[in-house]
């Protein structure tokens, strides 16, 4: 009896509820008014996200010098916040928001796309790089540094807040979505993407910073960024619920929205990687003293 006790036991899943609260998505209160984890995931991958790129631009050869890293936080947010939300709502829900336009700009309601925020950014770091007349693929190589730390604590609020859930499953770890509709245990396919975009993808570019002459071959970094978040969402959109509203997308073509979006990024780094040796030439830094050949 005690081994069939133990066997069921071990067969209860999780429910999110249980492992988070019924109201998770708020950290805590201020005066009455409610801070999200999401809010707190923004603001703690922007701050250690710039921590680290002070460190990186420390080093010999950097393509910017201190106040470039302050202007370009101030428009990093804002290519964030504007190309993750318009991203969203073209790529995700354009046909709900025709209906209701008002809802563009209730951002507490949710609605964040990342391949959009990705060019919000890229517009940013082109608009500061023409202004100071900087390199605008060196500059991108170091940005793609620290993206990672954003996209851990951003994939940790999704877990947080219970939405973004995986497939169904009956893996050991799979938790029970309650607001998915359905009581199946799925894949916490935001705790896989939180370790893959943002653990493993931080370390691999970290390794190719610190111990090779990679930033010294102006895209390398860009383009591996690229490639390692490109494969990584690919791979886990296998283990993601698709969007309700695009599941038109998974039945005509067999990939999901996220997937098709992440197509031209995985083109676009390997043509990078691949092409980024060509340009390496003198470099002469912009903070530092020091030239690289």
Excluded at 70 to 80: E, P, R, S
Excluded at 146 to 155: A, E, K
Excluded at 183 to 191: F, G, I, K, V
Aim: charged share 15%; glycine share 10%.
């Amino acid at each position: 009896m005690f081994l069939f006790a133990t066997l069921a036991e071990a067969t209860q899943y999780v429910n999110f509820h249980d492992l988070m609260g019924d109201n998770s998505a708020i950290a805590f209160s201020v005066f009455g008014l409610p801070i999200r984890w999401y809010a707190l995931a923004y603001l703690a991958g922007i701050f250690v996200g710039y921590w680290y790129l002070t460190k990186l631009i420390d080093q010999p050869g950097s393509p910017m010098a201190r106040r470039h890293a302050d202007d370009m936080i101030f428009y990093a947010m804002l290519g964030i916040i504007l190309g993750g939300r318009i991203g969203y709502v073209l790529f995700y829900n354009l046909e709900s928001y025709i209906r209701d336009p008002a809802a563009v700009f209730r951002l507490w309601d949710g609605g964040m796309s990342l391949h959009g925020g990705v060019l919000g950014v890229l517009v940013a770091i082109w608009y500061v790089t023409r202004k100071e007349k900087l390199s605008f693929l060196r500059f991108c190589d170091y940005v793609a540094c620290v993206v990672p730390f954003g996209l851990f604590f951003g994939r940790l609020a999704n877990f947080v807040n219970g939405e973004l859930w995986g497939r169904a499953t009956t893996v050991p770890w799979a938790i029970i979505f309650p607001e998915s509709g359905t009581m199946d245990p799925r894949h916490p396919s935001q705790l896989y993407e939180a370790g893959l975009e943002g653990i493993v993808m931080m370390a691999v570019l970290a390794w190719f910073f610190w111990r090779t002459d990679a930033r010294y071959k102006p895209g390398f970094l860009f383009g591996m960024a690229a490639i390692l978040y490109g494969v990584s969402r690919f791979v886990v959109e296998y283990f993601r619920e698709p969007d309700v509203q695009r599941q038109w997308v998974v039945d005509m073509t067999g990939l999901s929205m996220g997937q098709w979006l992440t197509v031209p990024m995985l083109l676009a780094g390997i043509w990078l990687v691949a092409t980024a040796k060509g340009r390496r030439q003198r470099v002469e830094p912009v903070a530092g003293s020091d030239s690289i050949a």
